[in-house]
């Protein structure tokens, strides 16, 4: 054995300085460990300051000794390269082991083990940590916002349905996949409209059921006899026209009574509210921002000077304002503009508001992927005789589109973390009810739940679309 | 010029389709005002405004205009950007290099507070710092103080003020400073380009920045002294520091919310631009014999600042834009003073909003043309 050089830690005498150094470094962690864990400073009988850094100390001159290169151990070698390579990572590699270490037991407890379940008033919640009973009652309005809690089947049923119909292109067979873009770019939004509009609202209906099934069972009869060849289009237009046929033409009905549909009340869209309100909200502007983005980018590029400056115009003034004053524009200043006896749902302004306000950020980004795409795809589209819209739609959108999935993923995360301002307009979706339940007076006190709660929630559904559109663009990612 | 029809067309149904739009939407207007005999005008902004604002940094009380408010509301949105900037940019880069760096710990570190701050609103994030986390302070009579100095209370936090004796010449001795570095810098480089020669200059510039106001203490007759906070009684339970610097509560919730959110993205804008330049341009700079130190300094850095300032200014553009959600817990800022009390009192929704968004419009179109002028500047000229 050779002499030992403290300071300079070698292979020759590695299993001195391994053992030493593991000692050290675990009983500094030992020391934070018993500290947070048990409350237990084994280090107390030292002055404060000391005690309190030696474990830092302990842990330092320990990682010291243990970092010997190419020590021939695997682990050895891995943690050395990996937390270990100098004195300065040593120390923030400790810091933030006795950081988690430290702040483990309080979360812990605030969460889980002081915290109250059970119960149904604030009287449970006489703990130390979190009040989840809290949540627990106040749930439904959370989720629902004011919507009466009789008729919160609607939303469930609806969204059930549409979570189902918009699940639709994992299902589809290669004969209808040729279909599906239509199907989400115009049929689905369509429903989801029916859905929230007459279903959700409840609002004045001028769809009856009765005809409907009707004219939906004779147009599959009529289907079965029509050649393959026509059918799309067929079932496009003729279910709605015999419906139309039916209902005006044959037996001269008039509107149902407005505000009903069969026994379903009219819910006004000032008491809806909570996640639904954001998820509807979300939904909608997604659907309509993208088009207009869309549109605009193209127009930013256009050759037309007029057109371009329109749309530079038109997506500059949008992002350069925050969405506030958007949102207040649309509260205060566009009913000015409307004709005196010309009323628009609050809801729908703030949707109308908002897909703008996005669309504009949506143009740029897919400007971006327009710009990318190499001189070339634009010539050998037009040598092949395409036209403006030919050469768009079958070369230039579909490679762009392909190009900027993070950039409109990014796009859409902001939309959906932007729903809860809405506030502004005196809608409340689910951080607006947590400001209400917080100003209860018999629930005074639990902001905190409240906020991590939602926290919680939108962290989940964002970090959940970031990761899908990771999964997007490695799918659609082509070499070029 | 050959004009074509073909292309006339489409220009000219564009242009009638938001003409006829504009058109509709000021008509109604004109007719509902008049039928609700609202006048059309700026005249108000020089009335008195007679309401209060909590916190501005010019003199302001009731008596003045309505343009003063705005003035009031404008500074504080740009206060709370600058302070929100600073921060954010410190957080941001820290955290952008902390993603790339080795260590397995510190990465995951870095990686989970972008994840994490990122993908909650930040409105919810103010919310949290506003009502929840800041709530939780003691109050001013239970207050412990921070180095002795510093007081954080619920009802914000109090600093100690500096009181100046004969500021202007302090100040002129540290534009003297700024100017003589940039001096020996300009001469610095020279002399590098043309002899080869290496001066300090960051030592001469730490010496010119600390010794020029050092001898305006000495001889210019510079003083300076602080204004500590002390606990004042008002009433058998309420207590308010006085004297010092008082940060109210929502500046600091928001100021904290925005850095902290902001510097995820300025963090990915850090690491995007560092991973962005080409491992080779450092292989060859070790190779043609610089130290690691200079690697970084002379060929890194310059190709790395090429790719994070545009989006980092895009994000500096953001936080002041999101600084407008101040509104939500009574900060005054320009939407909460100028487009909430104000609009509430004068009932001129259109001439209001319209300045407010024409201010952040200015804003934001005035920092994006430094932008395209800075990027243009830069870019690299290729053959």
Not at chain 1, 39 to 67: A, C, D, H, K, M
Not at chain 2, 44 to 70: K, T, W
């Amino acid at each position: 054995m050779s002499k030992i050089n403290f300071l300079k830690p070698d292979k020759s005498n590695l299993n001195t300085f391994l053992y030493l150094g593991s000692f050290l470094f675990f009983i500094g962690v030992l020391d934070v460990l018993l500290n947070s864990f048990f409350s237990l400073n084994i280090t107390g009988f030292l002055p404060g300051f000391l005690s309190f850094l030696l474990p830092l100390v302990l842990g330092f001159i320990g990682l010291y000794f243990i970092r010997i290169e190419l020590s021939g151990i695997k682990q050895l070698d891995l943690l050395n390269k990996h937390i270990n390579t100098n004195n300065f990572n040593a120390i923030l590699s400790l810091l933030i082991i006795f950081i988690i270490l430290k702040s483990i037991p309080p979360i812990l407890s605030w969460f889980f083990v002081n915290a109250s379940f059970a119960g149904d008033s604030k009287d449970v919640c006489t703990g130390s940590g979190a009040c989840w009973t809290y949540i627990k009652v106040w749930m439904r309005r959370f989720m629902y916002g004011m919507y009466p809690n009789g008729e919160q089947w609607r939303i469930n049923l609806s969204f059930i349905a549409l979570a189902l119909l918009g699940s639709v292109g994992y299902f589809a067979t290669d004969k209808f996949k040729k279909y599906l873009t239509l199907y989400y770019v115009v049929i689905y939004p369509f429903i989801a409209f029916l859905f929230i509009f007459f279903f959700i609202s409840g609002g004045p209906v001028f769809f009856d059921f009765s005809y409907g099934i009707i004219a939906a069972i004779l147009s599959i009869i009529i289907g079965f006899f029509i050649p393959s060849k026509f059918k799309f289009y067929y079932f496009l237009i003729v279910p709605f026209a015999l419906y139309i046929l039916l209902k005006y033409f044959i037996f001269f009905e008039e509107y149902i009574e407005l505000g009903k549909l069969d026994g379903l009340n009219w819910v006004e869209t000032g008491a809806w509210g909570g996640l639904s309100l954001t998820f509807i909200i979300s939904f909608f502007c997604l659907i309509f921002c993208f088009p207009i983005g869309m549109a605009f980018a193209l127009g930013r590029r256009s050759g037309f000077p007029l057109i371009r400056y329109i749309s530079i115009g038109f997506i500059e003034f949008w992002r350069g304002v925050p969405l506030i004053t958007v949102l207040f524009m649309s509260a205060v200043m566009f009913p000015m503009f409307l004709p005196a006896d010309f009323f628009i749902d609050k809801l729908v302004r703030c949707i109308i508001a908002i897909s703008l306000f996005e669309a504009a950020y949506v143009a740029e980004v897919i400007r971006g992927g327009l710009q990318a795409l190499p001189r070339g795809q634009y010539e050998a589209a037009k040598s092949l005789g395409m036209g403006y819209w030919r050469m768009h739609i079958f070369v230039i959108l579909p490679q762009a589109l392909k190009l900027v999935i993070p950039g409109i993923a990014n796009t859409f995360l902001a939309l959906v973390k932007d729903t809860p301002l809405i506030f502004v307009v005196g809608l409340l979706e689910i951080v607006g009810m947590l400001n209400l339940a917080k100003t209860n007076p018999e629930w005074l006190g639990f902001a905190m739940e409240g906020y991590v709660f939602a926290a919680i929630i939108f962290w989940i559904i964002c970090y959940a679309m970031s990761k899908y559109s990771y999964n997007l663009e490695q799918k659609y990612k082509t070499d070029r | 010029m050959n004009f074509k029809l073909k292309d006339i067309g489409p220009q000219l149904m564009t242009v009638i389709a938001v003409v006829l739009v504009f058109g509709f939407f000021t008509y109604n207007a004109q007719v509902n005002m008049e039928s609700r005999g609202i006048d059309f005008g700026y005249g108000f902004l020089s009335q008195e405004s007679s309401f209060d604002v909590q916190f501005s940094l010019i003199e302001y009380d009731g008596s003045h205009s309505y343009f003063r408010a705005y003035l009031v509301g404008l500074l504080n949105t740009i206060l709370v950007s600058v302070i929100g900037i600073i921060l954010a940019t410190i957080l941001g880069v820290i955290v952008g290099i902390a993603r790339l760096s080795p260590n397995y710990l510190i990465n995951k570190f870095a990686a989970f507070y972008v994840e994490f701050f990122r993908n909650i609103p930040l409105l919810l994030q103010i919310f949290f710092w506003y009502f929840a986390a800041l709530r939780a302070l003691p109050l001013p009579q239970d207050a412990e103080a921070i180095f002795g100095i510093s007081f954080l209370t619920i009802k914000g936090l109090y600093v100690p003020a500096f009181i100046w004796q004969n500021f202007n010449v302090f100040f002129y001795s540290v534009v003297a400073a700024i100017i003589a570095i940039i001096v020996i810098r300009i001469h610095a480089k020279k002399l590098q380009e043309t002899q080869g020669k290496q001066t300090p200059v960051l030592l001469i510039s730490i010496g010119l920045i600390l010794i020029l106001p050092l001898l305006s203490f000495l001889i210019g007759g510079v003083s300076l002294s602080f204004e500590v906070p002390v606990l004042k009684q008002l009433a058998t339970t309420s207590f308010i520091y006085e004297g010092g610097v008082s940060l109210p509560p929502e500046l600091i919730a928001l100021a904290l919310s925005l850095s902290l959110y902001t510097a995820t993205f300025i963090a990915e804008c850090v690491r995007a631009g560092i991973q962005g330049v080409g491992k080779g341009q450092k292989e060859a700079a070790a190779s043609i014999g610089l130290t690691p130190n200079q690697v970084l300094k002379l060929v890194v850095m310059p190709q790395a600042l090429r790719i994070i300032i545009p989006p980092t200014t895009n994000q500096y553009l953001n936080l002041t834009k999101n600084s407008s959600l101040a509104a939500a817990i009574a900060y005054p800022d320009l939407v909460l003073v100028f487009a909430g009390t104000a609009l509430m009192q004068t009932g001129k929704a259109i001439e209001i909003v319209s300045i407010t968004m024409f201010t952040y419009l200015s804003l934001s179109i005035s920092i994006s043309l430094l932008m395209n002028w800075y990027n243009k500047k830069i870019a690299i000229t290729e053959k």
